[in-house]
């Protein structure tokens, strides 16, 4: 297959880009390294000595003899750049990850909110007119969406896989029928998420356009099968206070003997996944497309939940690490049960990566031994959700 991956030099599209091109299909990327130039805005970077793209590609070549392709541009900006390259690539599937993707960075101010606002639902629009544009009718649209479009309290009730069934009260009674889950999200960015739902419904629904939209959890792990295989491969892995996640930045505290951040008391329960079955389902949704003129099919890409703060006590008691319960700067309930479905993925094929296989030794190790690179000040979370919070600054240090 013809593959374009759109955000391929990111923390999830890089080990996608190198997984799929192992698998023997036609990888080209895009990307505006938009990423890269946020670290710079931040004054940090990843904790991994990530090379530049050029590098990378180079490494792969010499590692695998394959060849990946690589279009600099902005996909929210560059319109007739995306439109000129879908129709001379002719892709069979595009895996769209070009969003701006950290809560915390989209609430930063009101210009961060307006660039993750512009960033992201125009870069997926364009993504959509440009493959209605080029005529590709058959070309599959596989989008990493988030389990954050649902909102985490569900009072008990497992999450179904995007749709939900009610009831409508009309003149003849009862009449069954699927909407999409009513979207509840905890950020700007998780509300851009929910947004480009609507888009690729409508698009779904007009131009019988062939999506798959992946509710995916949040991603913990670093390395991958392929990235393992050189150093210059190497994959990103972010553990500052806007774009680190909560596993990710727990195990690199403890390796760093830096208190775990707990926020608040910790009450809040999760979806996750690893790395490596991110890649491993995203080759599955490809493989699997709906049909033209099928509604958008959504797949919740997650495969366990736990509690903020029993990952604390978790990487604790494998690591000696202390812990410390700091002041939530986010806008969020204290606490919260999660049940999720996740049958359709499992029924592909997938064969979860639990915490329990021994990774998070693995990740710990990553993060002792580029501990050197971290930037202690970096560590606290100090985007605030309103002008009235404080930031969640250690107690402890
Ligand atoms: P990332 O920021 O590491 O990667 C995104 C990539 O897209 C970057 O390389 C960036 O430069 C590029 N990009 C952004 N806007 C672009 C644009 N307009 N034009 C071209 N390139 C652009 O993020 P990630 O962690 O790899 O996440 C990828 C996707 O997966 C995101 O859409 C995110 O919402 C989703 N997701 C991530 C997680 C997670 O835990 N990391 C969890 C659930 C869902
Ligand atoms: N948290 C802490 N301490 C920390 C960091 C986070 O207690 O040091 C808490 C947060 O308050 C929150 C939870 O951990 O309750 C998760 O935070 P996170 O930063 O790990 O995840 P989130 O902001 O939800 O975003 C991440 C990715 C995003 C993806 C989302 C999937 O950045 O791209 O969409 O996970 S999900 O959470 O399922 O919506």
Redesign the pocket.
Known sequence: MRVLILGGDGFCGWPTALHLSDRGHDVAIVDNLSRRNIDNELEVSSLTPIEPLGKRLQAWKDVSGKTIGFHRFDVAQHYHRLLSLLQEFKPDAVVHFAEQ???PYSMKSSWHKRYTVNNNLNATNNLLAAVVEAELEDTHIVHLG???VYGYGTAGMKIPEGYLRVKLETPDGLVDQEILYPPNPG?I??MTKTQDQLLFAYYAKNDKLRITDLH???VWGTQTAQTKLDDRLINRFDYDGDYG??LN?FLMQAALEYPL???GT?G?T??FINIQDTVRCIELAVKNPPQRGERVQILNQMTETHR?SDLAKLVSVLTGAEIDYVS?P?N?DKENELYVENRQLLNLGLDPITLADGLLQEVTEIARKYKDRCDLDKIP?RSTWTHNQKPGEPTVK
Do not use: F
């Open positions: 993707r950290a809560a988030t389990m954050g950020s960015y998780h995916q959890g949040i996640t909560v930045r951040t707990v926020h910790g809040q999760r979806a903020v939530n986010r969020e979370a």
